[in-house]
């Protein structure tokens, strides 16, 4: 589907802003291929973001402001997203969970295979 590991954009003033920044390329991209799965096949497709970060899946469905004033429309934005499509859930998974974390890290791939090879994804993830 779709992967890349790069710099952020602009600096990031908190680990939060910057899961936050790289959490918005992520729905621009799942957008992007939602937008291509219904053209090709008429079908509408849910989106699920995953992340380890609790911080930013307590800012997305809270109505409380995130302190840094830069990152509110940021997280605005998150929101706001959310609200229109209401196909895009926000979820909050452990670390040891995350996919893709064996691409930038040295770590075992074993969860990353078995997905790929049978096309199964088992998470202890926590809805919020």
Same mark, same amino acid.
């Given at each position: 589907?779709g992967?890349?590991s790069n710099?952020?954009?602009?600096?990031?003033?908190?680990t939060?802003?910057?899961?936050?920044?790289?959490?918005?390329?992520?729905?621009?991209?799942?957008?992007?291929f939602?937008?291509?799965?219904?053209?090709?096949f008429?079908?509408?497709a849910?989106?699920?973001?995953?992340?380890?970060?609790n911080?930013?899946?307590?800012?997305?469905?809270?109505?409380? &402001?995130?302190?840094?004033?830069?990152?509110?429309?940021?997280?605005s934005?998150?929101?706001?997203?959310i609200?229109s499509?209401?196909?895009?859930?926000?979820v909050?998974?452990?670390s040891h969970n995350?996919?893709?974390?064996c691409?930038?890290?040295? &770590?075992?791939q074993?969860?990353?295979d078995?997905?790929?090879?049978h096309?199964r994804?088992k998470?202890?993830?926590?809805?919020?």
């Open positions: 589907v992967w890349r710099k952020i954009r602009r600096i990031a003033r908190s939060l802003a910057a899961e936050t920044l790289a959490f918005i390329d992520g729905i621009d991209m799942a957008l992007y939602k937008s291509m799965i219904k053209e090709a008429g079908v509408e849910p989106i699920l973001c995953l992340t380890d970060n911080s930013l899946v307590d800012s997305t469905y809270s109505t409380k &402001m995130v302190s840094e004033k830069r990152l509110r429309i940021d997280s934005y998150i929101q706001q997203l609200h499509e209401k196909s895009i859930q926000v909050w998974v452990a995350q996919l893709a974390d691409l930038t890290k040295d &770590m075992n074993t969860s990353l078995n997905v790929l090879l096309n994804l998470l202890d993830a926590r809805k919020s």
